[in-house]
């Protein structure tokens, strides 16, 4: 059971995230070429990683800065970005960082823990109770599967099409080939890295006093993961959000589709003014509730297909592809395509993986896998 | 951009007096400390490897001083509350310092009462890195209802050190009794602790905890798993407890006080009773009070449990009845109780009046009115 779960959570990272194609124009949440950081407000920044030279992307890291001491939301992916983090934080400020908050166990948001854990000796890494078991549980391994990744996606090359089904684009061959060619530069990275997992686990809510600045964390329901955080600044109304909102094109394969409908709801109560996604662009004002509104009328409208689908064909695994190819046929996305991905081939391309890994998510909701 | 600060850490200063009245002060508790025998008034008990309680020795009284749990990690140290003043944190400090070299990385207040909160900024000042953790609602009812209770204290404290030694001088008790001897140490205990507390009052300084927690926080020392739960409100609204599941070991906070039961002003009746439920569904082994003698079985605690549940169906009954609280406190009857928990004992019965009957039905009376 246990190998199954970690096999499937394995297969959705590799296959879904590691594809997207080389388009200059593609949006940031599929593709990030550069590294960048916003200002947000007085002493809170966003940071913006380049996708790893496998093709990985690297989660959003946010800094916020307090009076006494700074905490830190998502040390990405790959050490060498989290080192160049830690540089432009101690540009930024001479106050420690004491705190690293991951807001789930994916490792494109957890695998720079061990970088600040060298750099800070006093840090506490905080994450809700799956999360922190769900790290134990998968990434101290990360490393020695890196041949089964590269054989994974060779396979993947070879058949044409991802484990969704979807056959795949002239794109998206590329971005494969790339990506196994970044496995033995991105894998000399992590040699040294000693892994570290939270040490610090809360269940719904945690408030921390930075000295004058207030941060609440907060777990309001599963959605992309079993244990989503949301980092929240009530002050400065600031939400940052994790890979519960990834923008402008969303993930929704894995996860807890109906739940994330409720958690979105959750979070749409919270007062904010300023989104910071796990991946991609920040959202600001009113963009922000429009955003999540988007995301639950989709993935709403995916769920109640797939439920009458697996209504007309049979319930269980094996029914899968037969209901996959009944929503796509029957529930027309096009209006959702063009609000999300807009006219950008990959973006769209992305939007199909997303759309297809949802479909699969939501049957498995059904069957009760 | 770079801003420049001095590691000094900036904290919630409560409370600020002038220099020169400072300074008398601190004069007079030299004198008192000189005076007060080296004797230490706590012992440091070893729990099981790497856990140790400081048990207080001060009598049962009116004015408390807190027991301390050490629990030692593989890098760092993480303690279970501070005391009623820096003085008494020094000297708990020096008896780590005896066990461990490792520093203290995080001090848990299991709730806001001044008593195991003054002594943070010993823990501060000794370790830069300290974090401190309490209930959420502690940022709210430490600068409310706490600075309310800390202004009686700062203007009642030197007069009842001066009544009680006059008392002590007569030879008669606060009721104008017969003084007994264990009232004449009970008196002379809180005597010591209101002199330690107003010796703090013109510095006072009060670190609110950094880390606010809702319902459960877990953090790993290396060593072990330790739990920071709230289990609901009894004693206070922001009673958390911290268990350590490999051990058994629980450390209750005043959600359980021994001999007599600290109920307190700031209760929650109605609800205490089946907090401590879920306490003892957590089967530990053994529990470190908030203060008194360590616990190795459930039956004070179920005692406990009898006490509140008693008190809960009375004072609704006595509520449904339309008495108020006047009336409800002659209808109400725990003389049952108070046998069990005092026994012939003329000081402790008068603790639990004070701490029990009293300010048990005036809070039983405050949430069965406040609902309605």
Redesign the interface.
């Known amino acids: 059971m246990k190998f199954r779960q970690l096999f499937k959570n394995f297969i959705v990272l590799v296959f879904s995230f590691a594809l997207f194609s080389a388009a200059a124009v593609a949006a940031d949440s599929v593709k990030t070429t550069q590294r960048s950081f916003v200002k947000l407000a007085e002493g809170i920044y966003s940071i913006r990683h380049k996708d790893a030279p496998d093709t990985f992307p690297q989660g959003n890291t946010t800094v916020i800065i307090g009076?006494?001491e700074v905490l830190v939301v998502d040390s990405c992916y790959l050490p060498s970005s989290a080192r160049e983090d830690i540089a432009q934080i101690k540009?930024?400020?001479?106050?420690p960082v004491?705190y690293l908050v991951n807001t789930h166990w994916h490792y494109d948001h957890t695998m720079g823990n061990g970088v600040y854990w060298e750099a800070f000796p006093?840090l506490?890494i905080i994450a809700h109770?799956e999360t922190?078991k769900q790290s134990a549980n998968y990434n101290p391994g990360w490393f020695e599967r890196f041949p089964r990744r590269a054989d994974a996606m060779r396979k993947i090359l070879t058949d044409g099409k991802d484990n969704n089904g979807k056959v795949l684009s002239d794109g998206e061959k590329k971005e494969y080939e790339d990506a196994i060619k970044g496995l033995e530069p991105v894998q000399a990275e992590f040699k040294t890295l000693v892994d570290r997992t939270p040490?610090?686990?809360?269940?719904?809510?945690?408030?921390?006093?930075?000295?004058n600045r207030e941060v609440q964390i907060k777990h309001l329901g599963r959605g992309n993961t079993k244990g989503d955080a949301v980092v929240y600044l009530p002050k400065e109304k600031i939400l940052i959000a994790g890979d519960l909102i990834v923008h402008p094109v969303p993930y929704l394969f894995g996860g807890y589709p109906s739940d994330f409908i409720k958690t979105l709801n959750n979070l749409k109560q919270l007062d904010f003014q300023t989104i910071v996604p796990g991946h991609g662009e920040i959202l600001r004002g009113q963009a922000g509730k429009d955003y999540i509104d988007l995301l639950t009328g989709f993935t709403s409208a995916v769920i109640t297909e797939v439920g009458k689908q697996i209504n007309l064909i049979g319930n269980g695994q094996r029914n899968l592809e037969p209901v996959r190819q009944a929503v796509q046929k029957n529930l027309d996305v096009s209006a959702w395509r063009q609000k999300f991905a807009g006219n950008d081939k990959d973006n769209q391309d992305f939007f199909d993986t997303t759309y297809a890994g949802l479909i699969t998510a939501a049957h498995a909701e059904v069957w009760g896998q | 951009?770079?801003?420049?600060?001095s590691k000094v850490?900036?904290t919630e200063i409560i409370g600020v007096f002038l220099l020169p009245l400072a300074i008398i002060l601190f004069l007079t508790t030299a004198s008192i400390s000189q005076i007060t025998p080296k004797n230490p008034d706590f012992e440091v008990q070893k729990i099981t490897k790497d856990i140790y309680a400081v048990i207080r020795k001060e009598p049962p009284s009116l004015w408390f001083n807190p027991n301390t749990v050490f629990i030692i990690g593989k890098k760092d140290v993480t303690v279970v509350d501070s005391n009623i003043s820096s003085e008494y944190t020094r000297e708990v400090l020096a008896e780590l310092r005896k066990l461990t070299a490792k520093p203290v990385?995080y001090v848990i207040n299991t709730h806001w009462h001044e008593d195991h909160i003054i002594g943070n900024r010993v823990y501060r000042e000794a370790f830069p890195?300290v974090?401190f953790i309490g209930h959420?609602s502690t940022?709210v009812d430490l600068p409310t209802i706490g600075a309310a209770n800390r202004k009686g204290s700062l203007e009642n404290g030197r007069g009842f050190v001066e009544r009680l030694k006059t008392q002590i001088k007569k030879g008669e008790n606060l009721a104008g009794q017969k003084l007994t001897e264990e009232e004449r140490l009970g008196y002379s205990s809180d005597i010591r602790l209101i002199e330690s507390y107003l010796a703090e009052a013109p510095n006072f300084q009060i670190i609110?905890p950094?880390?606010?927690?809702?319902?459960?926080?877990?953090?790993?020392?290396?060593k072990r798993r330790i739990e920071i739960l709230f289990l609901g409100r009894a004693h206070t609204g922001a009673d958390l407890v911290v268990h350590l599941p490999k051990e058994k070991i629980l450390a209750s906070g005043d959600l359980i006080v021994s001999p007599v039961p600290l109920v307190g002003s700031t209760s929650y009746p109605l609800e205490y009773g089946a907090t401590l439920e879920n306490l003892l569904k957590l089967n530990a082994r053994v529990i470190i009070p908030g203060h008194g003698a360590v616990l190795r079985d459930a039956s004070y605690v179920k005692l406990m449990i009898r006490l509140l549940n008693s008190l809960k169906q009375q004072t609704e009954s006595a509520v449904g009845r339309g008495e108020n609280l006047e009336q409800m406190r002659k209808s109400v009857n725990l003389e049952e109780f108070r046998k069990l928990f005092a026994g012939d004992s003329q000081h402790k019965s008068f603790v639990f009046q004070n701490y029990v009957f009293l300010p048990a039905t005036a809070a039983a009376f405050r949430q069965l009115t406040e609902k309605k």
């Not at chain 1, 040490?199 to 000295?211: K, Y």
């Open positions: 009076d006494r540009e930024w400020t001479n106050k004491r006093f506490t109770s922190a040490n610090f686990t809360f269940d719904s809510e945690l408030t921390i006093n930075l000295g | 951009m770079i801003i420049k600060t850490v900036k990385r890195n974090e959420k940022s609110l950094d880390i606010l927690v809702e319902n459960r926080l877990e953090l790993n020392d290396g």
